[in-house]
């Protein structure tokens, strides 16, 4: 899932400062020895001997500046069992930095293929201020084609060979290297089992941000236990079945070696291969199958464990502050957001959840029976769930950009979370004081990228020791406190100053990867969260399904691990041919796929094996006789020749080497056996002269081709000479005439030819192998069939083309198949669909192809005629679908082409509704046309109405369309374009008149002020010494809002996003004086709703910017 691009190498130097660990470095191709007049002198710090090995070495290198070696090595120290050594580049590599690399010493004498992993850092050492020591980190793992990495630009070279700047003192320079060496983690080689005792789970194209949910899940015992109580059967299926497809997985995590698949659950949730390929918001996954498990564990042994689990409340209330008036509401949560935006860590996000809101002045609260009163407004906890799901809001949409951005701010987050702090402070005063309410951190989900993407991954503690486990896709790895904490609290990095002394700010890196969830377990419920689950809890049915499954697995594994011991023989027969010909297979003779495969060690002698053949046919070995099959230049696959005497005595494997070079082809033969009265007899001899034939017959009135069997002649007899035997084979009179055709090819075209009765075999090229359709000769009647020859009734087999249609609004209700021919063109298909819909004009159908990857229909259909046959309609890059989509338009498509369709709301004058038209013109219409149009449409509140269009896109208004605009042009996908009656007050608007925007917002309570525009924007002439006051009659009486809702109304100033709230005595018109375009659209005035009810984080998909589905489980 995780893509990196390098950068390019224009940018490198730069890309190497901020970001060492994505270097791309180019190392010395041939190390160079140290020149001996120079010495350099090393010390070496060893550290106690732990896991993993670490080792700092300090070198010394004096008479630096006289250095004219163009390599420098340092002397080799050992860590962890493997000899270094420092590579540096005096005067740079090719660049004018200095290059400094780590380098394998010994990478000349060790074995092929080897390789070793470590975590190092490198250093030039300040002898004047340490504190601007230049250190850089990388790591890497080292082989031959690699054995050495590090820095190409580690520091200019006019820094370092400055006497000032402190990194040259004495022409003496310290270099310093810290290296760690941990196991090597090769890709391929890497056992997560063996390693750390887990499994991982298999990504299925985007599904990392799943995987790292479902491992949390599952290493929270409790619930795991939970979903193995659910209730399932036997004749459950998996992909049809949440709780079971979610048994199946976790016991496989629990009892599997290797990673596992998560197809069978994503088919549970009714997810087709596109949402695999989308990413999703793990917080919307997270709630969507907590509620879908929730609502599948009702009225079960298991019913309530969600709630128990992840359940906790909180109290919304809003408390008068001059009168006894309270008024609060509890609500429940499964998981709870949190600002990482302005928060330095989880208890300021808790501070700030709880932060107080006075309301008072413009801003005061209608308490019933009291009126208007200054309140305080807030969210206390009653209780708090064992399992704390907390999400941190690294995604936010910013209204100024209008797009969605991730927050990379340092958060930190604590390994033990206190939440009775400060007396209980969070606390409402309904909370039960009597519960701890401490936790300690369990698993931190983690996101590395960007908005538009990334990679997602789980450090986990499972029993909540002090050992901590990455779980990232397929692979699980130990980790240590650091990484899993500290190393995810995003931020920035900062690098040392280069230039001390000079008070240039440092050089940072804002760190992409973060946490972005946390599971938090309550210190007085672990015991019971971290419960043992073992077999006794998984249902026997499921016990026994799963192990079988397992078998089937080992069984295959050991199968395919023993494969090149054995030789895989498919033998082929007439009864074969007979069954496939005209049925499974046209071309050719057999599929051998289809035919008696036999699994025979290599070194097994021919013969013996002809006795297991015996065996299995039941045909004597001496009656046997086998043929070997050969793959021509033509791409068919004929029996070529006989195996000789001699060849029956080698070993089966001997034989199969002889026959195809490749390791792991198949022995393929046709076993021929003669028969008389039904029983075999010995095969006839055969000579140089004799050639065998197979033999296709084809009965044009049905139409249909069968075999009937195979012939031995000799190359010099001619077909007229056979046509006897073929009577009989095919049941016909002696003297029937027959017409004769070679079965040549039938790829990338059919090629069947007309045989020459009188003409020998010889003369013909007739060989082993051949074949030969054959049927009655061509009279008047047999000509009005629809293929009355062989060669066109193949030709129509080797195009036909079985196509799925499927409604366009309606893709997965039902299909209807019709047969087509590849060749058939764009008008053909078409008629065919019309008369199987019984459609009187074809021309009235459009059709749109399928998306193969995404399987969803193509976002373009297919213009009239735009392809020239049923194969282009099908394809999709390299692959071919056999799915077409329809619908049925009211006009015909040639005229539809030449017109656009506008979605346009048209909002009534006088009625409280909104009704949606699709206007359809010719694509050169204007605006002006369109209102003509929707003028006959719909019902207006006076004969002589003005009507006026606008971009209307997140209840806010972008434009008033100019009447001589051109429709092709607007894009109404993504926009809501609005049409409405212009009011009397606008058509008659005075030089001190000023129409301005009105917008409906709210503002995020307690935890964010952020602004969200909601409902319809609309218009407003405001006059010249217009206060307030007045507006506000004007604007209750044009909603017609009740005096009660209205007095809970604020007004604000809108500039830039950013509320500047108004008293009733304001002159309005004063605030907008701005005339550009830009300007007038970006002020507004703002009526503030006072929600109290709390709002989920605007999440990615309600930004119609962002083309993410939403998460959806169907089942």
Same mark, same amino acid.
């Given at each position: 899932?995780?893509?990196?691009?390098?950068?390019?190498v224009?940018?490198?130097?730069?890309e190497?400062?901020?970001?060492?660990?994505?270097?791309?470095?180019?190392?010395?191709?041939?190390?160079?020895?140290?020149?001996?007049?120079?010495?350099?002198?090393?010390?070496?710090?060893?550290?106690?001997?732990?896991?993993?090995?670490?080792?700092?070495f300090?070198w010394?290198?004096?008479?630096?500046?006289?250095?004219?070696?163009?390599?420098?090595? !340092?002397?080799?120290?050992?860590?962890?069992?493997?000899?270094?050594?420092?590579?540096?580049?005096?005067k740079?590599?090719?660049?004018?930095?200095?290059?400094?690399?780590?380098?394998?010493?010994?990478?000349?004498?060790?074995?092929?293929?080897?390789?070793?992993?470590?975590?190092?850092?490198?250093?030039?050492? *300040?002898?004047?201020?340490?504190?601007?020591?230049?250190?850089?980190?990388? @790591?890497?793992?080292?082989?031959?084609?690699?054995?050495?990495?590090g820095?190409?630009?580690?520091?200019?070279?006019?820094?370092?060979?400055?006497?000032?700047?402190?990194?040259?003192?004495?022409?003496?320079?310290?270099?310093?290297?810290?290296?760690?060496?941990?196991?090597?983690?090769?890709?391929? !080689?890497?056992?997560?089992?063996?390693?750390?005792g887990f $499994?991982?789970?298999?990504?299925?194209?985007?599904?990392?941000?799943?995987?790292?949910?479902? %491992?949390?899940?599952?290493?929270?015992?409790?619930?795991?236990?939970?979903?193995?109580?659910?209730? #399932?059967?036997?004749?459950d299926?998996?992909?049809?079945?949440?709780?079971?497809?979610?048994q199946?997985? +976790?016991y496989?995590?629990?009892?599997?070696?290797?990673?596992?698949?998560?197809?069978?659950?994503?088919?549970?949730?009714?997810?087709?291969?596109?949402?695999?390929?989308?990413?999703?918001?793990?917080?919307?996954?997270?709630?969507?199958l907590?509620?879908?498990?929730?609502?599948?564990?009702?009225?079960?042994?298991?019913?309530? #464990?969600?709630?128990?689990?992840?359940e906790?409340?909180?109290?919304?209330?809003?408390?008068?502050?001059?009168?006894?008036?309270?008024?609060?509401?509890?609500?429940?949560?499964?998981?709870?957001?949190?600002?990482?935006?302005?928060?330095?860590?989880?208890?300021?996000?808790?501070d700030?959840?709880?932060?107080?809101?006075?309301?008072?002045?413009?801003?005061?609260?209608?308490?019933?029976?009291?009126?208007?009163?200054?309140?305080?407004?807030?969210?206390?906890?009653?209780?708090?769930?064992?399992?704390?799901q907390?999400?941190?809001?690294?995604?936010?949409?910013?209204?100024?950009?209008?797009?969605?951005v991730?927050?990379?701010d340092?958060?930190?987050?604590? =390994?033990?979370?206190?939440?009775?702090?400060?007396?209980?402070?969070?606390?409402?005063?309904?909370?039960d004081r009597?519960?701890?309410?401490?936790?300690t951190?369990?698993?931190?989900?983690?996101?590395?990228?960007?908005?538009?993407?990334?990679?997602?991954?789980?450090f986990?503690?499972p029993?909540?020791?002090?050992?901590?486990?990455?779980?990232?896709?397929?692979?699980?790895?130990?980790?240590?406190?650091?990484?899993?904490?500290?190393?995810?609290?995003g931020?920035?990095?900062?690098?040392?100053?280069?230039?001390p002394?000079?008070?240039?700010?440092?050089?940072?890196?804002?760190k992409? !990867?973060?946490?972005?969830?946390?599971?938090y377990?309550?210190?007085?419920?672990?015991?019971?969260?971290?419960? *043992?689950?073992?077999?006794?809890?998984?249902?026997?049915?499921?016990?026994?399904?799963?192990?079988?499954?397992?078998?089937?697995?080992?069984?295959?594994?050991?199968?395919?691990? %023993?494969?090149?011991?054995?030789?895989?023989?498919?033998v082929?027969?007439?009864?074969?041919?007979?069954?496939?010909?005209?049925?499974?297979?046209?071309?050719d003779?057999?599929?051998?796929?289809?035919?008696?495969?036999?699994?025979?060690?290599?070194q097994?002698?021919?013969?013996?094996?002809?006795?297991?053949?015996?065996?299995? +046919?039941?045909?004597?070995? @001496?009656?046997? &006789?086998?043929?070997?099959?050969?793959?021509?230049?033509?791409?068919?696959?004929?029996?070529?020749r006989?195996?000789?005497?001699q060849?029956?005595?080698?070993?089966?494997?001997?034989?199969?080497?002889a026959s195809?070079?490749?390791?792991?082809?198949?022995?393929?033969?046709?076993?021929?056996?003669?028969?008389?009265?039904? &029983?075999?007899?010995?095969?006839?001899?055969?000579?140089?002269?004799?050639?065998?034939l197979?033999?296709?017959?084809y009965?044009?009135?049905?139409?249909?081709?069968r075999?009937?069997?195979?012939?031995?002649?000799?190359?010099s007899?001619?077909?007229?000479?056979?046509?006897?035997?073929?009577?009989?084979?095919?049941?016909?009179?002696?003297?029937?005439?027959?017409?004769?055709?070679?079965?040549?090819?039938?790829?990338?075209?059919?090629?069947?030819?007309?045989?020459?009765?009188?003409?020998?075999?010889? =003369?013909? %090229?007739?060989?082993?192998?051949?074949?030969?359709?054959?049927?009655?000769?061509?009279?008047?009647?047999?000509?009005?069939?629809?293929?009355?020859?062989?060669?066109?009734?193949?030709?129509?087999?080797?195009?036909?083309?079985?196509v799925?249609?499927?409604?366009?609004?309606?893709?997965?209700?039902?299909?209807?198949?019709?047969?087509?021919?590849?060749?058939?063109?764009?008008?053909?298909?078409?008629?065919?669909?019309?008369?199987?819909?019984?459609?009187?004009d074809?021309?009235?159908?459009?059709? #749109?192809?399928?998306?193969?990857?995404?399987?969803?229909?193509?976002?373009?259909?297919?213009?009239?005629?735009?392809?020239?046959?049923?194969?282009?309609?099908?394809?999709?890059?390299?692959?071919? !679908?056999d799915?077409?989509?329809?619908?049925?338009?009211?006009?015909?498509?040639?005229?539809?082409?030449?017109?656009?369709?506008?979605?346009?709301?048209?909002?009534?004058?006088?009625?409280?509704?909104?009704?949606?038209?699709?206007?359809?013109?010719?694509?050169?219409?204007?605006?002006?046309?369109?209102?003509?149009?929707?003028?006959t449409?719909?019902? =207006?509140?006076?004969?002589?109405?003005?009507?006026?269009?606008?971009?209307?896109?997140?209840?806010?208004?972008?434009?008033i369309?100019?009447?001589?605009?051109r429709?092709?042009?607007?894009?109404?996908?993504?926009? #809501?374009?609005?049409?409405?009656?212009?009011?009397?007050?606008?058509?008659?608007?005075?030089?001190?008149?000023?129409l301005?925007l009105?917008?409906?917002?709210?503002?995020?309570?307690?935890?964010?002020?952020q602004?969200?525009?909601?409902?319809?924007?609309?218009? =407003?002439?405001?006059?010249?010494?217009?206060t307030?006051?007045?507006?506000k009659?004007?604007?209750?009486?044009?909603?017609?809002?009740?005096?009660?809702? +209205?007095?809970?109304?604020?007004?604000?100033?809108m500039?830039?996003?950013?509320?500047?709230?108004?008293?009733?005595?304001? $002159?309005?018109? *004063?605030?907008?004086?701005?005339?550009?375009?830009?300007?007038?659209?970006e002020?507004?005035?703002?009526?503030?709703?006072?929600?109290?009810?709390p709002?989920?984080?605007y999440s990615?998909? %309600?930004?119609?910017?962002?083309?993410?589905?939403?998460?959806?489980?169907?089942?």
């Open positions: 899932m995780t893509m990196m691009t390098p950068p390019p224009d940018q490198q130097e730069d190497e400062m901020l970001v060492p660990h994505s270097d791309v470095v180019d190392g010395p191709a041939q190390p160079m020895e140290v020149s001996e007049a120079e010495t350099a002198v090393s010390t070496v710090e060893n550290q106690p001997a732990e896991e993993p090995p670490t080792l700092k300090t010394t290198i004096p008479n630096f500046s006289r250095q004219n070696t163009r390599k420098l090595y !340092s002397d080799v120290f050992v860590v962890g069992g493997y000899k270094w050594r420092i590579l540096i580049f005096p740079g590599n090719n660049v004018d930095h200095l290059s400094m690399y780590l380098d394998v010493a010994d990478a000349a004498n060790l074995p092929y293929g080897w390789s070793r992993y470590a975590q190092f850092s490198l250093a030039v050492v *300040n002898q004047i201020h340490t504190r601007y020591t230049i250190r850089k980190e990388t @790591q890497h793992q080292f082989n031959a084609r690699e054995s050495d990495w820095f190409t630009s580690f520091m200019p070279l006019s820094e370092l060979y400055d006497p000032g700047r402190g990194y040259l003192a004495n022409d003496t320079v310290y270099v310093e290297a810290e290296v760690i060496v941990r196991k090597v983690l090769d890709y391929w !080689s890497y056992d997560s089992k063996k390693e750390t $499994v991982g789970l298999k990504n299925q194209g985007a599904t990392c941000y799943m995987n790292s949910l479902l %491992q949390t899940l599952y290493h929270i015992p409790y619930f795991r236990k939970a979903v193995y109580h659910m209730p #399932t059967t036997e004749n299926a998996p992909t049809a079945s949440i709780p079971l497809a979610l199946s997985l +976790f496989k995590l629990q009892y599997n070696d290797t990673s596992v698949a998560t197809k069978e659950l994503t088919k549970s949730f009714g997810w087709d291969t596109y949402d695999s390929f989308m990413q999703h918001d793990v917080q919307e996954l997270n709630r969507v907590c509620e879908k498990l929730e609502d599948k564990m009702k009225g079960t042994v298991v019913e309530g #464990t969600i709630q128990q689990l992840f906790g409340h909180h109290m919304n209330y809003i408390e008068c502050i001059n009168v006894d008036y309270k008024s609060t509401r509890k609500e429940s949560f499964y998981d709870l957001q949190l600002d990482v935006k302005g928060c330095k860590d989880v208890y300021a996000s808790f700030k959840y709880v932060e107080v809101e006075r309301l008072e002045g413009d801003n005061k609260y209608h308490a019933e029976g009291h009126g208007l009163q200054d309140a305080k407004k807030g969210v206390l906890f009653i209780d708090f769930p064992p399992v704390l907390l999400q941190l809001k690294r995604f936010e949409y910013d209204f100024m950009r209008d797009t969605m991730k927050i990379n340092r958060y930190e987050f604590p =390994l033990q979370l206190d939440l009775d702090r400060e007396d209980g402070k969070y606390l409402s005063p309904d909370a009597s519960v701890r309410n401490l936790y951190l369990h698993s931190v989900l983690v996101h590395s990228g960007g908005v538009h993407g990334g990679h997602y991954y789980a986990i503690r029993t909540l020791s002090d050992q901590w486990y990455k779980f990232d896709d397929e692979r699980v790895t130990k980790e240590d406190l650091k990484r899993a904490l500290d190393e995810q609290y931020g920035e990095e900062e690098l040392p100053q280069t230039n002394g000079f008070n240039n700010p440092p050089f940072k890196f804002t992409y !990867s973060n946490a972005y969830m946390l599971v377990i309550r210190e007085s419920d672990k015991d019971k969260i971290i419960c *043992n689950v073992d077999e006794k809890d998984i249902a026997e049915h499921l016990r026994v399904r799963l192990k079988k499954e397992q078998e089937e697995k080992e069984d295959k594994r050991k199968y395919k691990a %023993q494969a090149h011991l054995f030789t895989i023989i498919k082929a027969r007439d009864q074969d041919l007979r069954e496939q010909i005209g049925k499974d297979i046209y071309f003779l057999v599929d051998h796929d289809k035919v008696r495969s036999f699994r025979i060690q290599k097994t002698p021919f013969q013996q094996f002809k006795e297991e053949v015996a065996k299995e +046919f039941g045909i004597p070995v @001496q009656l046997q &006789r086998f043929w070997i099959w050969a793959k021509r230049q033509n791409h068919t696959y004929r029996p070529n006989p195996l000789t005497p060849e029956e005595l080698q070993p089966v494997g001997q034989i199969r080497e195809n070079k490749a390791n792991t082809a198949e022995l393929k033969l046709f076993l021929e056996v003669e028969l008389l009265d039904e &029983r075999p007899i010995p095969p006839p001899e055969k000579s140089k002269e004799d050639i065998l197979f033999f296709k017959l009965d044009p009135e049905k139409p249909e081709l075999y009937v069997g195979r012939l031995m002649v000799k190359s007899s001619k077909p007229m000479d056979i046509t006897g035997k073929l009577n009989e084979m095919a049941g016909f009179a002696p003297d029937e005439d027959l017409e004769l055709f070679e079965e040549i090819k039938f790829e990338p075209g059919v090629m069947c030819e007309h045989l020459d009765k009188k003409t020998s075999f010889r =003369l013909c %090229q007739i060989e082993d192998g051949d074949i030969i359709c054959f049927q009655k000769h061509l009279v008047k009647k047999e000509t009005e069939c629809r293929y009355p020859a062989v060669p066109l009734f193949l030709e129509y087999v080797q195009n036909r083309q079985l799925r249609f499927r409604a366009l609004e309606k893709p997965k209700e039902d299909e209807f198949v019709l047969e087509l021919s590849k060749l058939h063109t764009y008008d053909d298909v078409v008629e065919r669909v019309a008369q199987k819909l019984g459609l009187d074809p021309s009235k159908l459009r059709l #749109t192809s399928h998306n193969c990857y995404s399987q969803q229909p193509k976002p373009q259909p297919i213009k009239y005629r735009g392809v020239d046959r049923l194969s282009d309609m099908l394809v999709h890059y390299n692959q071919t !679908s799915i077409l989509y329809y619908e049925v338009l009211d006009i015909p498509l040639p005229e539809l082409q030449g017109l656009k369709t506008l979605k346009v709301a048209f909002h009534h004058a006088t009625k409280e509704e909104v009704v949606i038209h699709n206007i359809r013109l010719p694509k050169q219409s204007t605006v002006g046309d369109v209102i003509d149009e929707l003028k449409k719909v019902e =207006l509140s006076h004969p002589d109405a003005e009507l006026r269009l606008l971009e209307v896109f997140y209840h806010k208004i972008y434009k369309f100019p009447l001589t605009e429709i092709e042009n607007i894009n109404d996908q993504y926009w #809501t374009v609005r049409a409405e009656e212009i009011p009397e007050e606008e058509k008659n608007i005075g030089p001190n008149d000023r301005i009105v917008y409906h917002f709210a503002k995020e309570t307690g935890q964010n002020q602004v969200q525009n909601f409902g319809e924007p609309f218009f =407003l002439v405001i006059h010249e010494g217009e307030l006051e007045e507006i009659n004007r604007i209750q009486k044009k909603l017609h809002v009740s005096d009660e809702d +209205f007095a809970k109304w604020k007004f604000a100033f500039s830039m996003g950013r509320p500047e709230y108004l008293q009733d005595s304001d $002159v309005v018109f *004063n605030r907008f004086q701005r005339r550009d375009v830009y300007g007038a659209f002020q507004y005035l703002g009526l503030e709703h006072t929600d109290t009810t709002k989920r984080a990615a998909n %309600q930004n119609r910017h962002t083309y993410e589905k939403p998460v959806k489980i169907y089942n």
